[in-house]
């Protein structure tokens, strides 16, 4: 079951990365394998499959030394998952097989690696000890042919600069997918649309607000309104210290949208430096319907959803109008 989850994450990430037949091949070219490559690399096979435990133990040996690799090395399970893993890709790399499967399994293993949170750096110093050992085997093994234990060690280390190329990549989309995912959160959390009452949404905008920041309010405002069945919007700007033309544009188009949805905006808290800066700019005001500050605008959209305000004496909290 864990096995096929996995080779459909390698899979999916094989379509997001955009590796298909034609960026194989490619990579293969960037590197400089050829055909002649396949029989020096088979004149190894054995060397490498016989020995492939020792190679294993080299890698994981020195990844044990670094702090760097601590979560890769402290979790047994996925320790012993990837030097699964890794005997399996040493094993493979003198098949002479590199088409989509043999790329699948590398994504599973740079998977994993970007999962532990493994440094680029530290895998390239861990591979880098990898073919140390693997070309000092090859070259005892050969000494009285030493240019043949060259080519085959040569035409081995193509491929495992197709297999770096590959395994950084993926570190990097992965860091970045995390990042990305973060940043996302972080603006999120930034724009709550928050439910007041039934029929009544209040969005608080505080801080710097970029072009992307107003396009997220938008689409968070307005799928907001539609969850909801929103009818009423107050939009408080208090803590915006700043607004440049192309923001105040797009927060007039989500006034906009929001009315196409059927929601009424109020817009609270415009700040005396603020309203000078969209005069300034020659910002079109008049859909806007602003209140002084924030207690104002939740009275304005009671109001307009049929609510009234009573007194302690009259009774406490609000009530539907004519009741």
Request: net charge positive.
């Given at each position: 079951?864990?096995?096929?989850?996995?080779q459909a994450?390698?899979?999916?990430?094989l379509r997001?990365?955009?590796l298909?037949e034609?960026?194989?091949?490619?990579?293969?070219?960037?590197?400089g394998?050829?055909?002649?490559d396949l029989?020096r690399i088979?004149?190894?096979r054995d060397?490498v499959t016989?020995?492939?435990d020792d190679?294993v133990?080299?890698f994981?040996?020195?990844?044990?030394?670094?702090?760097?690799?601590?979560p890769?090395?402290?979790?047994?399970?996925?320790?012993e998952?990837?030097r699964?893993?890794k005997?399996?890709?040493?094993v493979?790399?003198?098949?002479g097989?590199?088409?989509?499967?043999?790329?699948e399994?590398?994504i599973e293993?740079?998977?994993?690696?970007?999962?532990?949170?493994?440094d680029a750096r530290?895998?390239?110093?861990?591979f880098?000890?990898?073919?140390?050992?693997?070309?000092?085997?090859?070259m005892?093994?050969?000494d009285?042919?030493?240019?043949?234990?060259f080519?085959s060690?040569?035409?081995l280390?193509?491929?495992?600069f197709?297999?770096?190329?590959?395994i950084?990549?993926?570190l990097?989309?992965?860091r970045e997918r995390t990042?990305?995912q973060?940043?996302?959160s972080?603006?999120?959390?930034s724009t709550p649309?928050?439910?007041?009452?039934?029929?009544?949404?209040?969005?608080?905008?505080i801080g710097v607000?970029?072009?992307?920041?107003a396009?997220?309010i938008?689409?968070s405002?307005?799928?907001?309104i539609?969850a909801?069945?929103a009818?009423?919007?107050?939009?408080?700007i208090t803590g915006?210290?700043?607004?440049?033309?192309?923001?105040?544009?797009?927060?007039?188009?989500?006034v906009?949208a929001?009315?196409l949805?059927?929601?009424?905006?109020?817009?609270?808290?415009?700040?005396a430096?603020v309203?000078?800066?969209l005069?300034?700019?020659g910002?079109?005001?008049?859909?806007?319907?602003?209140v002084?500050d924030?207690?104002?605008?939740?009275?304005d959209?009671?109001?307009?959803?049929g609510?009234?305000?009573l007194?302690a004496e009259?009774?406490?909290g609000?009530?539907p109008?004519?009741?």
């Open positions: 079951m864990a096995d096929g989850i996995q994450a390698s899979k999916a990430l997001e990365m955009g298909d034609a960026n194989i091949e490619r990579r293969k070219k960037i590197v394998f050829e055909a002649s029989p088979a004149a190894i060397l016989q020995h492939a190679y133990t080299t994981f040996n020195h990844l044990s030394g670094l702090d760097d690799a601590r890769l090395i402290a979790s047994r399970a996925i320790a998952r990837a699964q893993l005997r399996e890709h040493l493979a790399m003198v098949q097989e590199y088409g989509m499967k043999y790329v399994q590398r293993l740079g998977i994993l690696y970007a999962k532990a949170g493994l530290v895998f390239l110093g861990a880098h000890q990898l073919l140390k050992h693997i070309g000092s085997a090859v005892k093994q050969l009285r042919k030493p240019v043949d234990g080519e060690f040569m035409s280390k193509k491929i495992a197709f297999d770096i190329g590959l950084v990549d993926i990097v989309f992965e990042i990305r973060q940043q996302e972080i603006r999120e959390l649309v928050l439910q007041i009452r039934e029929r009544l949404l209040l969005l608080p905008i607000i970029d072009t992307q920041r396009r997220l938008t689409e405002l307005l799928r907001s539609r909801n069945r009818k009423v919007v107050v939009m408080d915006v210290a700043t607004i440049d033309s192309k923001v105040s544009n797009h927060l007039l188009q989500t906009t929001a009315r949805m059927g929601a009424h905006v109020i817009v609270t808290g415009l700040s430096e309203a000078q800066s005069v300034a700019l910002i079109e005001l008049s859909k806007l319907n602003t002084g924030l207690q104002g605008g939740l009275e959209a009671e109001r307009i959803l609510y009234r305000v007194t009259a009774g406490a609000p009530a109008e004519g009741t």
